[in-house]
Nanobody
Framework: QVQLVESGGGLVQPGGSLRLSCAAS????????MGWYRQAPGKQRELVAA???????NYADGVKGRFTISRDNAKNRVYLQMNSLKPEDTAVYYC?????????WGQGTQVTVSS
């Protein structure tokens, strides 16, 4: 069983930055893709960014150029650096480990962008 624990959320003003971190338990972190998703009130959960085991990344159109996903396999961690934050980025952000037969989620961390 894998546990994912997110941290780093909070309240930030528009234009500000936050760095989310997700710590994974277990020894399988390096062999699975990792992703960050978000869910705003009244909306469906959506993919924000993902990173494959080899480091290939993909981003939702609305965050390209502002967000950067990275991973540290030695520390079993994945990060999401969020810059130039906008009010529409407000959501609960979830860490995900996915792959063949695997789909784990963290408990989520709240990000609120407001003046």
């Amino acid at each position: 069983q894998v546990q994912l624990v997110e941290s780093g959320g909070g309240l930030v003003q528009p234009g500000g930055s936050l760095r989310l971190s997700c710590a994974a338990s277990g020894s399988v972190f390096s062999i699975y893709a990792m992703g960050w998703y978000r869910q705003a009130p009244g909306k469906q959960r959506e993919l924000v960014a993902a990173i494959r085991t080899g480091g290939r990344t993909n981003y939702a159109d609305g965050v390209k150029g502002r967000f950067t996903i990275s991973r540290d396999n030695a520390k079993n961690r994945v990060y999401l650096q969020m810059n130039s934050l906008k009010p529409e980025d407000t959501a609960v952000y979830y860490c995900n480990m996915g792959g063949s037969g695997v789909n784990y989620w963290g408990q989520g961390t709240q990000v609120t962008v407001s003046s």
